[in-house]
Nanobody, 124 residues
Framework: QVQLVESGGGLVQAGGSLRLSCAAS????????MAWFRRAAGKEREFVAA????????YYADFVNGRFTISRDNSKNTVWVQMDNLEREDTAVYFC?????????????????WGQGTQVTVSA
């Protein structure tokens, strides 16, 4: 069983930055493909970014448009997403997800483990 704990959410003004962290335990982190998803109020959960097990390749949703960067450190069992130039539309609960796979999928059904989520609120 894999446990995922997100942190780093909060309130930020539009144009600001946040860095979300996700600490994993319960399985060798290097065997997990990792991703971030989000769910805004009244909307479906959507893909944000993913990174392969070794960290060599990252994938992003189109709306990211160069503003977010996903990274990982397998020695620290942690994945991050650096979010810059935040917009009000980025307000959502952000979830960390793990897949026992090479990683990179944007399909939430491919992820077996989920964190509890961390709220990101972007104000005008």
């Amino acid at each position: 069983q894999v446990q995922l704990v997100e942190s780093g959410g909060g309130l930020v003004q539009a144009g600001g930055s946040l860095r979300l962290s996700c600490a994993a335990s319960g399985r060798a982190f290097s065997t997990l493909g990792m991703a971030w998803f989000r769910r805004a109020a009244g909307k479906e959960r959507e893909f944000v970014a993913a990174i392969t097990r070794g960290g060599s390749t990252a994938y992003y949703a189109d709306f990211v448009n160069g503003r977010f960067t996903i990274s990982r450190d397998n020695s620290k069992n942690t994945v991050w997403v650096q979010m810059d130039n935040l917009e009000r539309e980025d307000t959502a609960v952000y979830f960390c997800a793990a897949a026992v796979a090479s990683g990179g999928s944007s399909d939430s059904n491919d992820y077996q483990y989920w964190g509890q989520g961390t709220q990101v609120t972007v104000s005008a």
